[in-house]
């Protein structure tokens, strides 16, 4: 009788190798010295020969870690991250991105919003400038706006204070000792010419007012400030019953302004009355602007 195959005593001896038959026979299984060995029995307890290389990268049965989740059993320590290696960095306390030399932890948002760090800003000047697209002064008279100049180089009138704007006082002596000129009848008369600059130079006035009396309380007198380049009324009262003390004359308003030139033009003052018998006396005249 042929010795059967001791599968319990050779199998630590032995290597499975990749592959091998269902069952292997040790002398006759008919018989009572023969032993059938299973691939069951033989994968229990077989002791591979070393192979690790063939599971790491590039080898022959290489471990995806695909898949793979939660924490890994032992600490990991991976390289200091740098500017060109990857790798791990730990997160910066504020008092760390508030100090500003360290260079090995990043930053997050948070810390970095809330940092007391002057954060640097890049060169930018233009956007602010004319043109730019975060221009910051306009050629609009604004409240607390910034000015800046027109085409023209200068800057809108608006922008000056009214006080320091162009004002025309004109007064208006006979020459004969007395302190106003006279018109009587219906006919508008001059009594004196200016020179007004237009708008585009000093802006628009809104206010003409003069120092006005009558000869006597009789008739109504009027007053007008005429622009005589452009043949237009530029403001203008009438029906007025001034006081007739030529020495104690009435501050009168002439009303609306309009029709103002943009450009240069001459005015003039001129005044009328309803009869020949009283006279309008215009002393002075004030264009004033605010």
Not at 105 to 116: D, E, G, I
């Amino acid at each position: 009788m042929q010795r059967g195959l001791d599968a319990k005593s050779d199998r630590n001896a032995r290597t499975l190798g990749p592959y091998f038959p269902r069952y292997l026979m040790a002398g006759d299984p008919s018989s009572p010295g023969g032993t059938k060995v299973t691939e069951e029995e033989l994968e229990d307890d077989i002791v591979p020969a070393p192979h690790g290389f063939t599971h790491e990268n590039g080898g022959t049965d290489q471990i995806s870690v695909a898949g793979l989740s939660g924490l890994l059993a032992d600490a990991q320590n991976p390289v200091q991250a740098t500017e060109t290696l990857v790798g791990g960095a730990e997160i910066a306390t504020q008092a760390e991105v508030d100090a500003g030399t360290d260079d090995t932890r990043f930053v997050t948002p948070l810390k970095l919003a809330n940092t007391s760090l002057p954060l640097p800003i890049a060169p930018h000047a233009s956007t602010h400038q004319h043109g730019g697209a975060d221009e910051v002064a306009t050629a609009t008279p604004a409240a607390n706006a910034i000015p800046k100049a027109e085409a023209s180089g200068e800057l809108n009138l608006g922008w000056l204070p009214a006080s320091s704007r162009y004002n025309a006082v004109v007064s208006l002596f006979s020459g004969t000792g007395q302190p106003y000129r006279a018109n009587s009848g219906t006919t508008w008369g001059v009594l004196a010419r200016l020179p007004f600059p237009g708008t585009n130079s000093v802006g628009s006035p809104d206010t003409v007012e003069v120092l006005l009396s009558r000869s006597n309380a009789t008739n109504t007198v009027g007053v007008r400030l005429w622009d005589k380049t452009n043949g237009v009324a530029v403001a203008q009262a009438t029906g007025l019953t001034p006081t007739a003390d030529d020495t104690d004359p009435d501050i009168v308003d002439l009303g609306t302004v309009s029709n103002l030139p943009t450009g240069p033009a001459v005015f003039e003052i001129q005044a009328n009355s309803t009869s020949a018998s009283t006279d309008s006396e215009v002393h002075a005249l004030d264009i004033r602007f605010g």
